[in-house]
């Protein structure tokens, strides 16, 4: 077959500076039509930016871009989008507007288009939103508000809205990060459906199992350049991954810690209304992963435990004595850190930098009378940038000039500063490429001597990688526990999807 | 290359742009308006500036935790209503009528703050409805009526009471400086106001964590920050310098006139907002807002020299406060818009 005639995007020598920076150093990609090309990069290897120049965001310092042959050099989003390409981003709540129902959030565009009636008619409009919906085989009450539905939802909404714009080429930043895997599945069925319909799909994730579904190609990108192309019937994924990072991946081989002295106690835990009681114990030198889907009482269970949520049944002990904090100020103070989820709302102090960022849960000792000692802070700001390897020139860069995957290190290695009895990791590795999650995950097994490390993940893969024991909550109940040594992923997967609960309850 | 040169000079233009003005400023004014190069002047211009700085650097306070406090034009006005109701109606000594303005002060800030923690009342809401309540509070107890030795309390009783020499002192003494009677109090109080504010937020954990709230609340409360407690704090900062800026513009009046104080509110939060332009800093400090504030009286005071008249004054400080917005905003949003 011949390739030029089906490329509907190309990119040759793309170049784009932040000042000293150079980020894109000639890019050249083919996306062609009807494909899932998977893009896949380290943190900081130049994909967003990328997608930004493509969508109109940022403009190119060289280099050029042609669809469907002719030059493409949109002057903003909104040109892109009026071009072809259209764009999802990773944030879904960017893509979504809460507070109206699911037909204006379809109908959107058309209520900005040019010639517009100046009254809107809600009956042709839901009538239309019907239409757009059906031809996605999206089943939503259309007079419902986004606010209601799930994250899963909203993401459709997101993409149908994309769609109606009938674009050659569909870019998807990152659009399982917040999804359960059935939720994602229902995603990989409509990108399969658009590949039917012969539009180009540019696919960006880290997780392999999305890119094991869905990929037609994988383009590899290093330090700003294309590293590879995969294609064919059978593609190389770890020839992928390893143009990706530049060397290849080790495997990782946990000696299981020998369980020790318990150090935090659940006792008859109630995780979400209407489920039985949960009992869990955390010893001292021990990585607990918990797994589990969306709404299978992870958050609720780290959020009991850091005392953002109040217990309704049962009770907790820490280090045999009894443990009831009412306030994160509390868990703190007893020596129970929470590394929280989604870094951007929960965690990043935007103005901040490096070091006071890294130091704010424990100003307190690094202040005498009050009066904070900046050296000290810097001090230690940089040793847990040396042990994390965390890519800056120094503990006074502002924390947003970091990539996703620094950002992360930064805000883990603010509760590895001080020693801890419970340090619990809510999904440390989210948007976190292999290589940043390798030396988090290296850096939290070589460090949890001593305290009961509890690490909650919705990725299997992650918690293989860095558990000594796993156990998987379904509904709010312990549907499994597995020990390092003997995880068998099937097994692990038939508990995450509740497959044994069901029989049981059967 | 040209896109980093554009960048180096765009950014030493917002670090330095606005002290560069502020230099320039003075430079003209020096050679253009006569007097205006001397101990004197300068000192004037500190000393119209002193009372509103004061009020701006509580304003900063709230800005740092993300907050705003439209009521602390209000509450100087209430705290001069208040002192001279203390000395000139109950004839109680200064040190108790400053003490109760304090108060006054600090219970506002607590109000506020409650408002806002516990309530949920948007900052800006709660503040502005505290405004309106205490412009009607201060009224009442004198019926609408400015407050002065001799007045008419009905029933053909007369007020007997005095400001005391000691309060007046706050506002009308001046401390040899070289030149004899050269510095008034109220500046002296603002320069101290403007260096402990200055440490307590850029220096002192307190601080620190302050601005951690006014950058990402739900971070700030993970990791254990007491959030509402430092809102609060932050009001009743606020409140508290608010009624010391009152208590000044008491003492230096010697009555308690129910006019004054009508502009506080606003020139305050300019000097509090045309503070984000000084150092590049974008966001709310100290340092900035004692520049900010002085920035405006010399302006002013250059001017005035120069005959421009009264009524252009509030144009003028407009002007300035447009455009060290757009300084702030637009210049730096340019220079930081470079996340990838």
Known sequence: MDRDDSCVCRVSGLEKSFGKNRVLKGV??????????????????????????????????????????????????????????????????????????????????????????????????????????????????????????????????????????????????????????????????????????????????????????????????????????????????????????????????????????????????????????????????????????????????????????????????????????????????????????????????????????????????????????????????????????????????????????????????????????????????????????????????????????????????????????????????????????????????????????????? | MNGSSDNRVIELAIRYGFLALLLGLVVFFSFAANGFAGPRSAVFVFQSVAITGILALGVTCTLVVGGFDLSIGSVATSALMLSAYCMVILELPAVVAVLACLAMGALVGLVNGLLIVKFKVPDLLATLGMMFLLIGLQRIPTQGNSIATGMSLGDGVVAEGTFSPAFLWLGRNRFDFFLERLIPVPVIIFLIVAVAVWVFLALTRHGRLMYAIGSNERAAALVGTNVARYKIVAYMISGVLASVGGILLAARLGRGDIASGNNLLLDSVAAALIGFAVLGAARPNAFGTAIGALFVGILLQGLTMMNAPYYTQDFVKGVVLVAALVFTFYLSSRSRGTGR
Request: charged residues 20%; negative net charge.
């Open chain 1, 28 to 506: 050249d990609l083919d996306l062609p039509a009807g494909q899932v090309t998977v893009l896949m990069g380290a943190n900081g290897a130049g994909k967003s930016t990328l997608v930004k120049v493509l969508c109109g965001v940022h403009h190119a310092d060289g280099g050029a871009v042609t669809l469907g042959g002719a030059d493409f050099a949109p002057v903003d989003a909104a040109d892109a989008i009026a071009q072809g390409i259209v764009t999802v981003h990773q944030s879904i709540d960017d893509g979504v507007i809460p507070d109206l129902d699911v037909a204006s959030n379809l109908m959107l565009d058309r209520l900005t288009a040019p010639g517009a009636g100046f009254f809107v008619n809600d009956r042709a409009l839901r009538r239309a939103a019907r239409q757009v919906a059906a031809s996605m085989q999206l089943d939503v009450d259309v007079t419902r508000p986004v606010s209601e539905m799930g994250v899963a939802d909203r993401q459709m909404i997101a993409i149908a809205r994309a769609m109606a714009r009938a674009p050659r080429l569909l870019i998807l930043d990152e659009p399982t990060s917040s999804l359960s895997a059935t939720e994602a599945e229902r995603l990989f069925a409509l990108i399969d459906r658009l590949r039917g319909q012969g539009v180009a799909v540019l696919y960006i994730s880290h997780r392999m199992s999305d890119i094991r579904r869905i990929a037609d190609r994988i383009v590899s990108m290093r330090d700003g350049q294309v590293a590879g192309v995969f294609e064919g019937e059978v593609l190389d994924y770890e020839a992928a991954v390893t143009a990706m990072l530049g060397h290849a991946m080790s495997d990782v081989d946990n000696t299981p810690a020998i369980a020790s002295a318990p150090i935090l106690r659940l006792n008859g835990v109630r995780l979400l209304p209407g489920a039985a009681p949960v009992d869990l114990t955390a010893h001292a030198g021990e990585v607990l992963a918990i797994t589990g889907l969306l709404g299978s009482g992870k958050s609720a269970l780290a959020e009991i435990v850091f005392g953002l949520r109040s217990l309704t049944t049962g009770n907790m002990t820490l280090d045999g004595a009894g443990y009831a904090p009412r306030d994160a100020g509390e868990a703190v103070a007893r020596g129970v850190f929470l590394s929280p989820k989604d870094r951007g709302r929960n965690a990043v102090v935007p103005d901040f930098d490096i070091s006071d960022n890294m130091t704010l849960p424990f100003l307190k000792s690094f202040s005498r009378l009050s009066l904070l000692g900046s050296a000290r802070q810097a001090k230690a700001a940089n040793r847990m940038i040396g042990d994390l390897g965390i890519v800056c020139q120094g503990p006074g860069d502002a924390i947003t000039t970091l990539s996703g995957g620094n950002q992360q290190k930064v805000m883990i290695a603010r509760w590895l500063l001080q020693p801890s009895r419970v340090l619990l990791l809510d999904e440390p590795f989210q948007g976190v490429d292999i290589g940043a999650r390798r030396d988090i995950g290296r850096h939290i097994r070589a460090t949890a001597g001593g305290r009961a490390t509890i690490v909650f993940v919705s990725e299997i893969d992650e918690a293989l990688e860095i558990a000594d024991r796993i156990v998987v909550l379904y509904e709010g109940q312990v549907a499994g526990e597995h020990r390092a040594g003997a995880f068998y992923p099937a097994a692990l997967v038939a508990d995450v999807t509740g497959k044994i609960a069901d029989e049981a309850a059967a």
